[in-house]
């Protein structure tokens, strides 16, 4: 199995409303990622877990909140999001921190 | 602030001909350098990596080459496809505190068939 999957793959939330985003992989793989991305815009790195502890927060507002509850699985909460936090979130994992990245196909977030 | 960046957004090639991708970082410290695809509605795929102690790398069709005096980087393919069409992302791994991997702004790639 050489897949990241995330659920759900489209998100639409309001402001006030709770939710999650769903990230697996059977891969081994020790690190997982979070990264942001903007349309016609890069990835930017939001979180980074290795060896299931948050090793990098870069600087990300405290309505997403990760959660890594086994190597295999990473989990990020949103709560009380801005029409702005609308974006593609995708879910990476690899071997050692900072190595080759895997991908999934991104949650697709619309905040109302 | 420092970033790894492109020279074009946007890049048309002819079906056929090789495509050469340009970028351009600014960190010396870098030491791991990584190409992406991104195809529309997809998540990016890796497709070639370089180290710094290296300065040419070949896969299936493409070709990324580094300069480091220069800070620059190109992925080449060879008899663009129009399956080749996505964005293309290189990505630096950033030795700070912590390692992380920062991308670049992106090329669009079209292949005219």
């Known amino acids: 199995d050489t897949e990241v999957t995330q659920t759900p793959k489209h998100l639409v939330m309001g402001m006030t409303n709770k939710k999650s985003l769903k990230c697996e992989q059977h891969?081994?793989?020790?690190?997982m990622y979070w990264y942001k991305q903007k349309a016609k815009k890069p990835p930017e790195l939001m979180f980074v877990?290795?060896?299931?502890?948050?090793?990098i927060n870069e600087s990300v507002p405290s309505r997403f909140s990760p959660e890594c509850p086994n190597s295999s699985l990473l989990n990020l909460h949103l709560h009380a999001l801005q029409p702005e936090d609308s974006a593609l979130y995708l879910c990476?994992?690899?071997?050692?921190?900072?190595?080759?990245?895997?991908f999934g196909e991104g949650s697709r977030l619309t905040v109302l | 602030g420092e970033s790894v960046g492109l020279h074009l957004p946007t890049l048309s090639v002819q079906e056929g001909d090789n495509s050469i991708i340009n970028c351009a970082y600014s960190?010396?410290?870098?030491?791991?350098f990584i190409w992406y695809k991104q195809e529309s509605g997809k998540g990016p795929q890796f497709i070639i990596d370089?180290?710094?102690?290296?300065d040419k790398r070949q896969g299936q069709r493409v070709t990324v080459l580094l300069n480091k005096t220069v800070k620059h980087l190109s992925l080449q393919i060879a008899a663009t496809q129009p399956g080749d069409s996505a964005v293309y992302f290189c990505?630096?791994?950033?030795?700070?505190?912590?390692?992380?991997?920062?991308f670049g702004p992106g090329t669009s790639l079209s292949v005219i068939p």
């Open positions: 990476a994992s690899s071997y050692w921190e900072a190595g080759e990245l895997f």
């Open positions: 891969m081994g793989h020790r690190a």
């Open positions: 877990y290795s060896y299931e502890k948050l090793s």
């Open positions: 960190n010396s410290a870098s030491d791991y």
């Open positions: 370089i180290r710094s102690n290296m």
């Open positions: 990505a630096e791994k950033r030795a700070t505190s912590y390692d992380k991997v920062i």
